[in-house]
């Protein structure tokens, strides 16, 4: 994929609390790796809490404070939506 592509996966969240050694795992955070785009934004579902990850290239992205300005603000309008 080149700079300009865009690839979006959507699969199911775990539908069940997990454990790892005995601990109740309360939250995951997706991030994925940097393939060769500007920014590689990742968002997982689990146990009723959607956790986003960011990962970005800043020679690509100069203003990271303003895109998760920008995610924030597209995020609060489709919770407003759904109200």
Request: hydrophobic letters at 45%; proline letters at 11%; one cysteine or more.
């Amino acid at each position: 994929m080149g700079s300009g592509a865009c690839h979006l996966r959507v699969g199911p969240g775990v539908p069940h609390p997990v454990y790892i050694a005995g601990s109740q795992i309360l939250r995951m955070f997706p991030f994925g790796p940097p393939p060769g785009c500007g920014a590689m934004v990742t968002l997982l579902w689990y146990e009723g809490q959607c956790c986003i990850g960011v990962n970005l290239d800043t020679a690509a992205v100069p203003d990271p404070a303003g895109l998760v300005t920008d995610l924030q603000a597209g995020l609060d309008a489709v919770v407003a939506l759904g109200r």
